[in-house]
C-alpha cells in the first residue's frame, strides 16, 4: 500500500542550484496538489493538477515549476534554488470529487544554503 | 484576509479538559470541510470530515455554520495523546483544497 510517494526525504541545496521533487501516487487519483510548510505555519498551496496535462497555480506559486505527463506523477521543480524556499514540502491526492479523502506524502525536507 | 483562518494558539489544557477550536473561511463557495491532525514533523492526517448537520467520532464532534461560515472542532476527555497541530481545510468547486494556519494543542498531566 504505497500511496503517496515523496523524494528525497531530505536535501540541502546550494542558492542557485536546481532540482526536482518527486512524487508518486498509485491510487488513480485526478487530482493531486504540492504545499509548502515553514515551521510553526500552515500547508500554503504551491500548485495543484486535476488530471494528467492539466495544472493550476495555488497561492504561492512563484519559484517553482510543475508537470503532470501522468496520472501518478506530480514532480515539482525548483529552478533557482532561494533561502526563502527552505521549508517542508508535502505531496497530496484525492479521488475527482470533492470531500473525498485527501492522501499525503511524508514530505521533503529542504534547506537552501 | 486568509481564505481560512485559526487562532494559533497554543492551547494549554490539563487532561480529562474540554476543548474547543474555531476555523473560519471566506469562500462561500467552499463546499467541503475537514479537521486534520499533524504531528510534529509529520504530516497531516484526516481526523473528520465536517458535514452541514455535525458530526462526532467519539470524543471529537465537528461542527460546521455556513451562516457564519466557521467550522468548530471540540474536544471532549483530552488525552496527552491529543497534543498536536490541528488543520481545517476547505475544498472548493475550484477543486483547490486551502488549509488553515493550524491550531497547536498541549494535553498537560
Known amino acids: 500500500n504505497a500511496g503517496v510517494t515523496q523524494t528525497p526525504k531530505f536535501r540541502i541545496l546550494k542558492i542557485g542550484q536546481s532540482m526536482t521533487l518527486q512524487c508518486t501516487q498509485d491510487?488513480?487519483?485526478?487530482?493531486m496538489y504540492w504545499y509548502r510548510q515553514d515551521p510553526g505555519m500552515g500547508l500554503k498551496l504551491i500548485y495543484y493538477s486535476v488530471g494528467a496535462g492539466i495544472t493550476d497555480k495555488g497561492e504561492v506559486p512563484n519559484g517553482y515549476n510543475v508537470s503532470r505527463s501522468t496520472t501518478e506523477d506530480f514532480p515539482l521543480r525548483l529552478e533557482l534554488a532561494a533561502p526563502s524556499q527552505t521549508s517542508v514540502y508535502f505531496c497530496a491526492s484525492t479521488e475527482r470529487r470533492a470531500g473525498n479523502t485527501i492522501y499525503f506524502g511524508e514530505g521533503s525536507w529542504l534547506t537552501v544554503v | 484576509r486568509k481564505e481560512v483562518e485559526q487562532d494559533p494558539g497554543p492551547f494549554n489544557v490539563p487532561e480529562g479538559a474540554t476543548v474547543a477550536f474555531n476555523c473560519t473561511y471566506s469562500n462561500s463557495a467552499s463546499q467541503s470541510f475537514f479537521w486534520y491532525r499533524q504531528d510534529c514533523r509529520k504530516e497531516p492526517k484526516l481526523l473528520m470530515s465536517v458535514y452541514s448537520s455535525g458530526n462526532e467520532d467519539g470524543r471529537f464532534t465537528a461542527q460546521l455554520n455556513r451562516a457564519s461560515q466557521y467550522i468548530s472542532l471540540l474536544i471532549r476527555d483530552s488525552k496527552l495523546s491529543d497534543s498536536a497541530t490541528y488543520l481545517c481545510a476547505t475544498h472548493n468547486a475550484g477543486n483547490m483544497l486551502t488549509f488553515g494556519g493550524g491550531t497547536r494543542l498541549m494535553v498537560k498531566p
Open positions: 491510487m488513480n487519483h485526478n487530482y
